[in-house]
């Protein structure tokens, strides 16, 4: 297994279980997020198991900082092998009803943040010709349509067309360089809370005032839906294994097949 691992979204939920699972194996992880305190309390919960950490602050919707992240983990290790784009967060209402400041904010975070990513570490993994992975964390909302979190979803599914693409051309490329799109169902995590990272600058001022309780899987009782979901460190074997088998999709849900069978016909219908 590769030794550098970069994960964005690295304090919470996903990103955290990457994280553990990432240092469990061995790797030196770099672990990037907006929110410093339990940042913090990672890195000194992974170094006291015996792990290499190193921490960066970043805000992936920003071109600079995500350049920074690629910088700081090349310096501090020579190297990189695995980055997993996957900070992300949610915010949910009628989809004509969004505020631009909601645009904004969920494509900022969710598909820039991928893109940034990819930005400033493909070259380098190029330059670097050893085998490299990248994991972008989608959703299964990047794979379905139907009502209810549009916003999201849109980002979700450009997260998925972007990864395709990325594939392809480092295939054709011949490069050493394998691309994964996670595509979950619910995970046990603190995406309902998104909106305590929003920026000052991109809130809506509307939003305190509507339901925007998030419609996954088309049932409007998330909260019981999500508890009832998989853990971090589930999600993380998936990914673990992904990469060990060279799995492009990875999907944690298989009961959620059906649902792109579904959409699928229907577009070919
Ligand atoms: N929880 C689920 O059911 C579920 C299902 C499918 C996909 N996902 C995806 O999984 C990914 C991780 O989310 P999670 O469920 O672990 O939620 P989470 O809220 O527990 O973790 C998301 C992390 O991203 C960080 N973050 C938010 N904005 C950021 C920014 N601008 N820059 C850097 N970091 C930022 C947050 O601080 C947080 O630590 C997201 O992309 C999400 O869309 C989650």
Redo the contacts with the bound molecule.
């Keep these: 297994m590769s030794n550098v691992a970069v994960i964005?979204?690295?304090?919470?939920?996903?990103?955290?279980?990457l994280a553990e699972r990432f240092a469990a194996e061995g790797m030196k992880v770099v672990i990037?997020?907006?929110?410093e305190a339990?940042?913090a309390e990672l890195a000194a919960d992974l170094s006291a198991k015996g792990a290499t950490v190193l921490t960066v602050k970043?805000?992936?919707?920003?071109p600079d900082?995500v350049e920074n992240l690629a910088v700081q983990t090349l310096d501090a290790f020579g190297a990189v092998h695995i980055l997993c784009n996957?900070?992300?967060?949610?915010c949910s209402r009628p989809i004509w009803e969004h505020t631009l400041a909601d645009w904004e904010w969920v494509l900022?975070?969710?598909l820039w943040?991928v893109i940034h990513g990819i930005r400033a570490f493909v070259p380098r993994m190029l330059e670097q010709g050893d085998a490299c992975h990248i994991v972008n964390?989608?959703?299964?909302?990047g794979l379905v349509g139907g009502g209810g979190e549009g916003i999201?979803k849109v980002?979700?599914h450009g997260?998925v067309v972007l990864s395709e693409t990325l594939a392809d051309e480092l295939a054709q490329k011949g490069a050493n360089i394998q691309v994964h799109v996670?595509?979950?169902?619910?995970?046990?995590?603190?995406?309902?809370?998104?909106d305590?990272?929003r920026?000052d600058a991109l809130q809506s001022p509307t939003e305190r005032t509507r339901s925007h309780e998030p419609i996954?899987g088309g049932s409007r009782n998330t909260r019981a839906e999500?508890e009832a979901?998989?853990s971090?460190a589930e999600?993380a074997a998936h990914v673990y294994n992904a990469i060990q088998n060279g799995t492009f999709y990875i999907h944690t849900h298989p009961e959620h097949k059906a649902w792109i069978r579904e959409r699928m016909a229907r577009i070919l219908e």
């Design positions: 964005t979204g690295a304090a919470s939920g996903i990103g955290r279980g990037a997020d907006v929110e339990p940042l970043t805000d992936v919707s920003n900082a996957n900070a992300g967060v949610v900022g975070v969710n943040g964390t989608a959703s299964i909302l999201y980002s979700k997260v996670l595509c979950p169902g619910w995970v046990r995590t603190g995406i309902l809370e998104s305590r990272n920026p996954i999500m979901g998989l971090p999600v």
